[in-house]
Structure formats: structure tokens, C-alpha cells
């Protein structure tokens, strides 16, 4: 604590000594304090120049410009470390027996803002049947941990008793494995869980408190080359993580990942010719920290497999995104942080690729037929699960020759390996399925039939007939399928889905309809007639599901705009939508603009909108190129259900939210066109889903099916999964209890671009086992004892979080993650707070678990 403290001062002191030189050097400069920040590198030198005009008031009309003095300030020197589960393997195959050597693979990475050292010890804590024990692949002498600086190629033995990892940059990492034998005596269902390092709940990159076990950041000695002098203003940071493994069952360990690709950008030049126009389009890496695939897969990292850039083979992660027909590549990409961008010119007819020659150096833009990402190995040599790479973005220009419309239609690739296996990593943008593991809709399939050569639900070479190129021959119907929402959600077609977009020359009359400042907003066909604003109404406290309101009224903007050559007069109205019993029958409509209103009734019988009061609204002489705002008022009626009620992975084309088509109809030049934007109220849009499974612990084996979280009876109307049977929950002293809170923003994702989301910001979720209907943390039976006891270190959440733990009864004192038999000695509390937003059809989980006593 105390060198932590010359730290602070230390940077206070350097903080002071900028303050002091900018007053000095100029009084009219307004100082503004640097931020200090973990994502800008250490030692960066952030300037600052003010510049204004004016006008001497003797002589109006003449500017007059000034410039102050520059301010340079420098980034301060911040650690940060993660440690992330990376999966487990079985290193005699088959399933998890007594005698079996297990390797637990961690990534450790680092992300402050300088180079740093970590600190591992060679050791890990484990429960259930298992030691640190054996000898791991390459290793001389047993017991030792390994890990890796170049994404799993080689391994270091850490034979002392710890090692000091050598300078890991920003955004590095580095693997650690630990190996662990199943001791005699195992039994099926026994749970053998390994953690590395020591924080209370898994915590990541938190001030260092000093434990045996941990494992922490080291600062480089001054010198050091990449060093910023100093010690780090957030001084030294630990993490742990924790993974497990069931004996008697198959060990899966593979890399789950996605490559993800949107169209974030439209520029027409403001012209009426298609030939200078141009498409903006940006991907991201995604790995998974969680099977989506239901195969029982323990998600691993994401390491390079083989590809030759500048004449020789390396190994290398690569994003590669083929240069669709029309077009070329606008301008040279910039990638991100610890990331390459190369350039293949090989005809996409005759490779594919991952073996296509890739070259660093830019050639003449419009030969290029791929452009991709690699990881540069010197920073960045795997990429954790749970982790997302964004800052990938490609610029496309329509090519001189091409002539409207045309439709762009284009797919983006990922290649990679797993470690310790190199099973082959493949995938394509479109989907939010990883690895092109599962066909859209049906996990228990893969992609590419074929790619499973031994038959353990993992695929371990790649595609027999070879990948995809990853050029859309028939870019109007599309071979791959179509992602129609421009948000990843294709389905339907083996491998990914293309994003298309129709590049078209503009008409006579034509009219864009859409959210605030946003009329051309796209919507989930991709196109302009479906875009959509979300909104929710109030829900009062102890709304169950179930529960019917009588929701206050909800107020839109939309903006209109003249896109066509003529002006003309637009009409606004209410039309009926899609499904006309989406709407419940009773809602009232209001459309204002300037001093005039419209009220309309919706009658779900026949699904249109009667006219209440107010003349229909018209906005006559729309200048081409303007745009203009109106106001909209949805009501809905008494007796309208939760938009959370209706379970979303079994509710087909269910709407959650109540949609509102909002149609403006423009007539110019003789003709009439229209477009249609969707105001949609949601009853809430956060919902929660309660699931439990029993668990052995060091009780008797659980009963069939209680093991399974999706085997939940149904409550409350809620069914985790209808497609498992119900099992009741039977726990014997000595099981625990692992409760799992799924909470879910069920709004609609950005489905196109322009569209005004819902995220669920400030998410706390409280588990109060002493307030009825709860009763998990109270002496139900009177013997003395509550009922069930906290299992430290159970708590987690999914996401980035902040748990509070409270005892007493009422729960109302502050504690600590502890365990104990009474109120006071225990958790009867938990308070979850989500760090950041919960996006649209995110879903984050929060588990404890308690112990029968």
C-alpha cells in the first residue's frame, strides 16, 4: 500500500507539473485535464493547439483567425491483466477416467496500456477427484505448469516455483496450462475444478491484494525497450479464472468463433450518377466463453493456423473479405490494434483464402481481389474466449463501368486453429453461429458434414470439398443465402449468409420515411420500408409475468425526406402491420405536425386504422432534399400483456414489442411512391428467466434429468425448454443448488442501420433468499440452521460485473462472500450489478450456488 501511494503521488505530482506549465504559458488557455486511460498507449504525447476567428469591429465582414500555444500532455503508465478459461482436453482421449491426465488451458492477457511482465506460479488450487500432478506434453519432469508465448506452438516448463513471463505488449497474451490427474476413487458426475490464481469470484484486473497463488502483472525496469518509465498509476493487478470438468464424460475443447460483418456506411456523393458512390462495411472477431451449440463443448482460444504472407508460411489468424462484382477497394484499410492488413491479387476462381499469397505491401487498389486481417504474433497470439475484436472496416467504390442498379452482395471469412488440438477454426459472416459449427436452427448439425473424421461432435479438418472462396457469383440471389437484417442473424443456408445492399440512381418521386435525423434508415429486409424506432412503456414494481397493464402513452419522432428530383406534397398515416394481431385492438394513434393532429383507432378485426379527430396530416411543397420532423403517440389499451411474457427461442414470428407502421406517401411529377418507418412500443423488454439443476457435491449421485438446467419445471408460465421434459428437484444434504437467472433484452437488435434500439443500461439483479417467496436463506425446519448455505466463489456472472453480498435477516448488512450455517455467518443476499449496457437480444447469465445443509 505504501509504494502504491508514492505512485499516486508521484503521478500527482507529474499531473500538477502540466497544470502548472500550461497556466504558465498561456493564461487565455483553458486547461483540460488528461484523461487517463487504459486503451491509449503508455507515453503518448496527446497535443492540444485552440484555434478561433474573429472580426475587428472597425472593419465587419473580415475574419481575422489565432491560434494558442500547443498543450502536450503524456498518458500515464496503466496496468491490466484478464485471465480467461480456454477449455480442457484429455490427453488419453475418450472420456474423463481415473488415472487420465487433464490439461486446463487459461489465456492470459494483457490489457493496460504498456508492456508489462506476468507473474504465474507454478501451481493452481483444485477441487473434486483431481491433483496438479503429471507430465505434460514435451515436458522432462512432472507436477509443472507450461505456458506459451506464440499461441500454443511451444511451451515453457515453469520448474521453480513460479515464472516471470517475459514482456508481454498491449493486447498480448500469453497460454497457461496446468495439468491435473484424476485421482482413484472418481466417480461419475464428480466435478473436478481447477482455478489459476486468487480473486474473490474470478474477479479480473483487480488491485493486487497479496494471496499465495495469485497471479499478477510485473512491471518492466525502466530501459526496458517498449518501457515507459514509472511504475503504473493502478499499481499492480491480479485476476484468477476457474474451469471444470465431469468424470465419466467426453472432453470437447474447441475454439468457437465468429466473424461477424455489417454495413455501417451508404455515400452517394450527393450525386445522381452511382459511379462515385460508396460502401462502408465493418467486421469483428467474436470467441466464444460459452457453447452455444449444446454439444458440451468447453470453448478454447483462437489461434493461428497456416497462411503465407510475403512468400513464406506463418502462423496466423486471418479475416478475409473477397472484393464483390461492381466494385473495388475504395481505400487502403487500417486495422487495429495488434492487427496487419494484407492484399491477395489471386484470381478468387482459382483459390481460396487460406491458401491464397497474401502480401503486406498495397498493391494498385483495384487489382486487389481479397483484402484481410492477420494478428501480428509479436502482440497478439490468440485471442481469449469471451473476447471481441472490432476495428476491422473495408471501403468499397462502385466501379466506373457499372451502371443502376446494382446489388452488392459480398461475404466475409475467418480461418484459424484450436490449441493443443489444431482442430481447424472456419467461418462466415452472416449468422451468430461460431466455428460454421451447427446449421441455423439445428445444433445438433454441422455446416459441413464430413469435417467430425473421428466422431467426437467436433470437427477436426476442414470442409472435404474445400471452403467456400467467398465471392458471391449471383449477387441478385445470392448461393449463400442472404443476411436480410444487415445484423447477422442470416439462417437457412450452409456456412454464412451475404450482406447485399441495391446501389440505385434516384427518381422523379420518391420519399424516405424513417426514425429522428434518420430517413433512410434500413430495416430488416435490408431495405428503407421496415425500418423501425424502439420504445418501452412504464412497468410497475412486482410486475409478474403474466401481468396485464394499462400503459401510458409513448411519444416518437420520425423524419421525413423528399428523395426524389420534384417537390411534392407527403401524407402522413397509420397502416396496418404485418401481422394485423400484433397490435392490440383499442390502440389509439396520434400523428402531429406544426399546429396539426391526427387521432386514429386501430381495429385488430380488420386490421386498419379508423380515423378519430383531426384532419389527415399533409405537408404540401417538400422540396427535394428536405426533410422534415413529426410527431407520433401510441396509446396502448388497458389490459395489454408483458412484451417479456412469450419465451423468444419459441415464439416463431411473435412480436414482442406492439409495431405501429408510420406510411408517408409523396406525389410528384405525376406519380405516387411511399415508405413506411415502424414505431414500436415495448410493455418492458429485460426479461427473466429462473433456472436451477442439483448438483453432487459431497451428497449422494442427484436424480435423472435434475443435473440439467434446461429440465426446470415450468413457473409462472416461464419454460426454460420446451423441447426437455420437466424433472422436480430433489436435492439430498450435502448437493448444491446452482441457480442460474437468465436475463435476456428481448427488444429488437439493430436489423439494418439507422434504427433506434433499446439497451438495457443499469442492470441490477437482487436475489434475497430471506424475502418471501424466497425462503433459500432462511431456517425453514427450525433446527437451528438455515436451510442452505453459500458456496463461496459460486457467484458469477457472464458479463463484466459488479456482486454485492449482504447477511441478516432482512438482508440488509453488508458483508462478504462467506459461508456459515446462520443469517449473520452467511450470503442471504446477492446484488448483481451488470457493468455497461445489455444490448438487444444479448443474453447474460447470473449463477450461485447453495449447499444443502
Do not use: C, H
Not at 516455483?161 to 458426475?189: C, D, F, H, K, M
Not at 440471389?477 to 446501389?503: I, R, Y
Not at 412469450?646 to 412480436?655: H, P, R
Request: aromatic letters at 6%; a negative charge.
Amino acid at each position: 500500500m505504501v509504494n502504491r501511494n508514492k505512485s499516486v503521488n508521484k503521478q500527482r505530482q507529474r499531473y500538477q507539473s502540466i497544470v502548472a506549465t500550461a497556466l504558465l504559458t498561456s493564461s487565455l488557455f483553458q486547461f483540460i485535464a488528461p484523461v487517463l486511460a487504459e486503451g491509449t498507449a503508455a507515453g503518448q504525447s496527446i497535443s492540444n493547439t485552440a484555434t478561433a476567428t474573429y472580426e475587428d469591429p472597425n472593419d465587419p465582414g473580415t475574419t481575422i483567425n489565432t491560434a494558442s500555444n500547443t498543450v502536450v500532455v503524456t498518458v500515464a503508465e496503466v496496468a491490466g491483466i484478464t485471465l480467461n478459461s480456454s477449455g480442457v482436453t484429455d490427453s488419453n482421449g475418450g472420456t474423463v477416467a481415473v488415472g487420465d491426465l487433464l490439461i486446463y488451458t487459461y489465456t492470459l492477457t494483457n490489457v493496460g496500456n504498456d508492456a508489462t511482465q506476468f507473474r504465474v506460479p507454478n501451481l493452481a488450487k483444485t477441487t473434486g477427484p483431481g491433483t496438479v500432478s503429471g507430465t505434460l506434453p514435451g515436458a522432462t519432469t512432472p507436477n509443472n505448469l507450461q505456458y506459451s508465448t506464440d499461441g500454443g506452438a511451444n511451451w515453457q516448463n515453469i520448474t521453480g516455483a513460479e515464472a516471470i513471463i517475459p514482456s508481454i505488449a498491449p493486447g498480448g497474451s500469453v497460454l497457461v496450462r496446468v495439468p491435473v490427474t484424476v485421482q482413484a476413487g472418481a466417480q461419475a458426475n464428480d466435478i473436478i475444478t481447477v482455478t489459476l490464481g486468487e480473486t474473490p469470484g474470478d474477479a479480473q484486473n483487480q488491485l493486487r491484494s497479496p494471496d499465495g497463488g495469485d497471479v499478477y502483472t510485473v512491471d518492466n525496469a525502466d530501459g526496458t525497450p517498449g518501457e515507459v518509465n514509472g511504475v503504473p498509476i493502478n499499481g499492480t493487478r491480479e485476476a484468477s479464472s476457474t474451469q471444470q470438468i465431469k468424470v465419466a464424460t467426453t472432453v470437447k475443447t474447441f475454439s468457437l468463433a465468429a466473424v461477424l460483418k455489417t454495413r455501417s456506411g451508404y455515400n452517394n456523393a450527393g450525386t445522381t450518377t452511382i459511379t462515385d458512390d460508396k460502401l462502408t462495411y465493418d467486421l469483428s472477431l467474436r470467441v466464444e466463453s460459452n457453447d452455444p451449440t449444446g454439444q458440451g463443448i468447453t470453448p478454447a482460444a483462437l489461434t493461428g493456423t497456416t497462411i503465407t504472407v510475403d512468400g513464406n508460411p506463418g502462423k496466423y489468424i486471418l479475416v478475409s473479405d473477397a472484393i464483390p462484382a461492381g466494385t473495388d477497394l475504395a481505400v487502403a484499410p487500417t486495422a487495429p490494434p495488434g492487427w496487419e492488413v494484407v492484399y491477395s491479387t489471386d484470381a478468387v476462381s482459382t483459390s481460396d483464402a487460406n491458401t491464397a499469397t497474401w502480401t503486406r505491401t498495397a498493391p494498385p487498389l483495384a487489382s486487389v481481389t481479397r483484402v484481410g486481417f492477420i494478428n501480428n504474433p509479436a502482440t497478439v497470439t490468440s485471442v481469449a474466449p469471451g473476447t471481441t475484436v472490432n476495428g476491422f472496416s473495408i471501403q468499397l467504390a462502385v466501379e466506373s463501368t457499372a451502371t443502376s442498379p446494382i446489388t452488392v452482395a459480398n461475404i466475409a471469412q475467418l480461418f484459424g486453429q484450436t490449441p493443443g488440438t489444431d482442430a481447424p477454426v472456419y467461418d462466415e459472416s452472416g449468422d451468430q453461429s461460431p466455428s460454421n459449427y451447427f446449421s441455423d436452427g439445428n445444433p445438433a448439425t454441422m455446416d459441413f458434414p464430413g469435417t467430425d473424421t473421428n466422431g467426437d461432435g467436433i470437427p477436426d479438418i476442414l470442409p472435404t470439398a474445400s471452403v467456400d472462396d467467398g465471392y458471391i457469383d449471383t449477387p441478385l440471389a445470392p448461393e449463400t443465402g442472404v443476411d436480410t437484417g444487415n445484423n447477422n442473424t442470416g439462417d437457412g443456408s450452409t456456412g454464412g449468409e451475404a450482406n447485399t445492399f441495391t446501389v440505385q440512381a434516384p427518381v422523379a418521386s420518391a420519399v424516405l420515411n424513417g426514425p429522428q435525423n434518420k430517413p433512410d434508415a434500413t430495416g430488416p429486409s435490408g431495405l428503407t420500408n421496415d425500418d423501425f424506432t424502439n420504445k418501452s412503456s412504464l412497468v410497475p414494481a412486482n410486475a409478474l409475468p403474466g401481468s396485464k397493464l394499462d400503459p401510458s402513452a409513448v411519444a416518437f419522432t420520425n423524419t421525413i425526406s423528399n428523395s426524389g428530383t420534384d417537390a411534392g406534397t407527403i401524407t402522413l398515416a397509420p397502416t396496418q402491420p404485418t401481422n394485423k394481431l400484433d397490435l392490440p385492438n383499442g390502440t389509439q394513434v396520434t400523428i402531429t405536425y406544426a399546429s396539426s393532429s391526427a387521432v386514429y383507432t386501430y381495429d385488430q378485426a380488420t386490421g386498419t386504422f379508423a380515423p378519430t379527430s383531426g384532419t389527415p396530416i399533409t405537408i404540401p411543397s417538400v422540396a427535394p432534399g428536405a426533410t422534415v420532423n413529426y410527431g407520433v403517440e401510441v396509446n396502448l389499451p388497458a389490459n395489454t400483456a408483458l412484451s417479456t411474457d412469450t419465451i423468444a427461442d419459441y415464439a416463431g414470428d411473435k412480436e414482442f414489442g406492439f409495431p405501429v407502421p408510420i406510411t408517408a406517401s409523396i406525389n410528384a411529377g405525376g406519380t405516387t411512391s411511399t415508405n413506411t418507418t415502424i414505431d414500436r412500443v415495448y410493455t418492458g423488454f429485460l426479461k427473466l428467466v429462473k433456472v436451477s439443476r442439483v448438483l453432487p457435491g459431497t451428497g449422494p449421485a442427484v436424480g435423472a434429468g435434475q443435473e440439467n438446467f434446461e429440465s426446470t419445471p415450468t413457473f409462472n408460465g416461464i419454460d426454460p425448454d420446451s423441447a426437455v421434459a420437466d424433472v422436480p428437484r430433489n436435492p439430498a444434504p450435502g448437493n448444491i443448488i446452482e441457480y442460474q437467472i437468465r436475463y435476456k433484452n428481448i427488444s429488437d437488435a439493430e436489423a439494418g442501420t439507422g434504427n433506434v434500439i433499446l439497451n438495457a443500461n443499469k442492470v441490477v439483479i437482487t436475489e434475497d433468499g430471506t424475502k418471501l417467496p424466497n425462503n433459500w436463506a432462511r431456517d425453514n425446519d427450525s433446527n437451528t440452521q438455515i436451510d442452505t448455505s453459500n458456496v463461496v466463489g459460486s457467484a458469477q456472472d457472464s458479463g463484466a460485473s459488479t456482486i454485492q453480498f449482504f447477511s441478516g435477516d432482512p438482508a440488509n448488512s453488508s458483508g462478504i462472500d462467506q459461508t456459515g450455517t446462520t443469517v449473520t455467518t452467511d450470503v442471504t443476499k446477492y446484488v448483481n450489478t451488470a457493468t455497461g449496457q445489455v444490448a438487444p437480444g444479448v443474453q447474460r447469465t447470473f449463477t450461485f450456488q447453495r449447499k444443502v445443509n
